[in-house]
């Protein structure tokens, strides 16, 4: 198994241009999401989805758009980037809920650092 | 919301001795995750502990959940070079997301 794999590892954009960070996993695994990572900051969720066709917003949602059209695809877009977008982007995977109600192990992509001018 | 501290932020840590690094939540968890992150690398699962008072060990790093299942720690003994990097907790709480605390960063002075 591949794991989770994310594409570009490195990206430069200039301000207001558009692009999308893609993500796959090979787990078949119902749970994906993307977060965030900034110095100080920690890891902030951006948006997550709980299956093929079902998303939704974390914490830090604004200027970003997801789509799940399938099991392994989870792609993030960035429709107008900003500066304040620059960041180390991941993306994780999870088999979902236990039976405590609790989210299962995360197993993170690589990353995608992202530079906006 | 839920909110998960992490104390401290950050650690120089000399060879050889031990540390301990906390992880605290506003609100009861239903388990809490406990991830390393190595300079320019990605989140790494670690552990998790779901019981009240838990203690698991991984040869020389101990974790703990509290009674409350409020706060957890993990203590790393004899710390070598290759310990360096971010650790980071995550609690899942009532809205079954999970919440990560922002990290401590660990340096190792050879």
């Known amino acids: 198994n591949a794991g989770v794999t994310q594409t570009p590892k490195f990206q430069v954009l200039k301000t207001g241009q558009s692009m999308t960070l893609q993500c796959a996993q090979d787990m078949n695994h119902e749970y994906m999401s993307w977060y965030r990572q900034d110095p100080g900051m920690g890891l902030r969720l951006i948006h997550y989805?709980?299956?093929?066709?079902?998303?939704d917003q974390g914490e830090v949602p604004n200027g970003y758009n997801v789509s799940r059209s399938t099991t392994e695809d989870f792609p993030l877009r960035l429709l107008s980037a900003a500066p304040s977008q620059t960041s180390v982007y991941f993306c994780?995977?999870?088999?979902?809920?236990?039976?405590?109600?609790?989210?299962?192990?995360?197993?993170f992509g690589p990353g995608t650092r992202l530079l906006v001018l | 919301g839920q909110q998960v501290m992490q104390i401290p932020q950050y650690q120089h840590v000399q060879e050889g001795e031990d540390f301990t690094t906390y992880c605290n939540s506003s609100t009861t968890l239903s388990n809490i995750q406990w991830y390393k992150q190595r300079p320019g690398g990605h989140p790494v699962f670690l552990i998790q502990?779901?019981?009240?008072?838990e203690v698991k060990k991984q040869k020389r790093l101990t974790f703990q959940f509290g009674e409350a299942k409020k706060n957890s720690s993990l203590h790393i003994t004899a710390t070598q070079t290759t310990d360096v990097g971010t650790y980071f907790c995550?609690?899942?709480?009532?809205?079954?997301?999970?919440?990560f605390g922002k990290g401590n960063q660990v340096v190792v002075i050879p």
């Open positions: 995550a609690g899942t709480s009532g809205n079954n997301r999970l919440a």
């Open positions: 989805s709980v299956g093929a066709g079902i998303t």
């Open positions: 502990l779901v019981k009240s008072g």
């Open positions: 994780a995977s999870s088999t979902g809920l236990a039976a405590t109600q609790a989210q299962e192990t995360q197993y």
